[in-house]
């Protein structure tokens, strides 16, 4: 039973432009959905969160949009950097114990 | 130090064998989980402790996985009778309990590779 779920597995994308990883979750009872980069060899270090009770929330070139009715978020990267590439986890939260998605690898190409 | 501090980085064991992974959280940090990641796949929960009450063990994948948190603090993964398809990273992170949502903090993790 996944209730969170990153149906891409990777995205490539062009140094400058955008990148949009994608997250749909099952259980309409999360309240608080974050994403997490994570490289090689290292634990995952957290990027920005978004609450149920708003819709977006930006943070410098990062911006996670909520879609509750559909119960998808989204991150936007912008612009992207070839140090953004990494492995992007969602995760939904709800009572504080943290669901986590499968992973997109992000690769961003000078 | 200021972060989740796991160890050891890494353990070779035989299977068969017990093992202990340690993970010493943020200090004040009353939340504490454990998750795994096998090879390519994703971040899979095992188990979470909040402050005083019972833990969350639903995501133990057998009974021969336990954890323990003494003292609110640093906490014990124990995985007994080692099987080759325990060989993963295992995670741990701390946050705060602030009274609503926040991030946690991961540690570098522990490779566990059984032979």
């Known amino acids: 039973d996944q209730q969170v779920k990153q149906n891409s597995p990777s995205l490539s994308v062009q140094e400058g432009r955008i990148s949009i990883l994608n997250c749909d979750y099952t259980n309409s009872m999360f309240d608080y959905f974050l994403w997490y980069k994570k490289y090689p060899a290292e634990g995952p270090t957290f990027l920005i969160s978004i609450s149920s009770i708003k819709d977006k929330n930006e943070d410098g070139r990062f911006t996670v949009f909520l879609n509750k009715s559909a119960k998808h978020l989204s991150l936007h990267i912008v612009p992207s950097q070839p140090g953004d590439s990494a492995v992007y986890f969602c995760?939904?939260?709800?009572?504080?114990?943290?669901?986590f998605g499968q992973g997109t690898t992000l690769q961003v190409k000078p | 130090g200021a972060g989740v501090s796991q160890s050891p980085s890494n353990k070779v064991t035989e299977k068969g064998k017990d093992v202990e992974l340690r993970c010493d959280p943020i200090s004040g940090h009353t939340a504490l989980y454990w998750y795994r990641q096998s090879l390519g796949q994703g971040l899979e929960f095992l188990i979470y402790f909040q402050g005083n009450s019972a833990p969350d063990k639903s995501g133990l994948p057998s009974d021969r996985f336990s954890a323990e948190r003494t003292g609110g603090s640093v906490s014990t993964l124990t995985i007994q009778r080692t099987q080759q398809e325990d060989s993963a990273v295992y995670l741990c992170?701390?946050?705060?309990?602030?009274?609503?949502?926040?991030?946690?903090?991961f540690g570098q993790g522990t490779r566990l590779t059984v032979v």
């Open positions: 992170a701390s946050s705060e309990d602030r009274g609503v949502n926040t991030e946690a903090f």
């Open positions: 995760a939904a939260s709800n009572t504080g114990k943290l669901i």
